[in-house]
């Protein structure tokens, strides 16, 4: 059984930053590709960010120089560093696994307002 237990999240102010973190069980975390991804209201859900094993990243062009995607080995987690966070990246963000079908986490929420 595949789990993704996210954690962090909240209101911030814009500008400000916030750490997202996804609790997966050790062969999840050491063979598979894992991200985030998050979906706003009435849009659809976009990639953020993904890290495979080995530790390459990739990030959607509208958090470039601003999230950062890292893996901790001693937790099992992956985390989500965001700075300068603005507005548009107000939406529930999910933890992604894919093993010929996506498994997702509960979400977080974040809210980006003043």
């Known amino acids: 059984q595949v789990q993704l237990v996210e954690s962090g999240g909240g209101l911030v102010q814009p500008g400000g930053s916030l750490r997202l973190s996804c609790a997966a069980s050790?062969?999840?975390?050491?063979?598979?590709?894992l991200g985030w991804y998050r979906q706003a209201p009435g849009k659809e859900r976009e990639l953020v960010a993904t890290?495979?094993?080995?530790?390459?990243?990739n990030y959607a062009d509208s958090v470039k120089g601003r999230f950062t995607i890292s893996r901790d080995k001693d937790k099992n987690t992956v985390d989500l560093q965001m700075n300068n966070l603005k507005f548009e990246d107000t939406a529930v963000y999910y933890c992604n696994t894919y093993q010929a079908v996506h498994y997702w986490g509960q979400g977080t929420q974040v809210t980006v307002s003043p």
């Open positions: 050790r062969t999840i975390f050491s063979m598979f590709v």
């Open positions: 890290i495979t094993p080995g530790g390459r990243t």
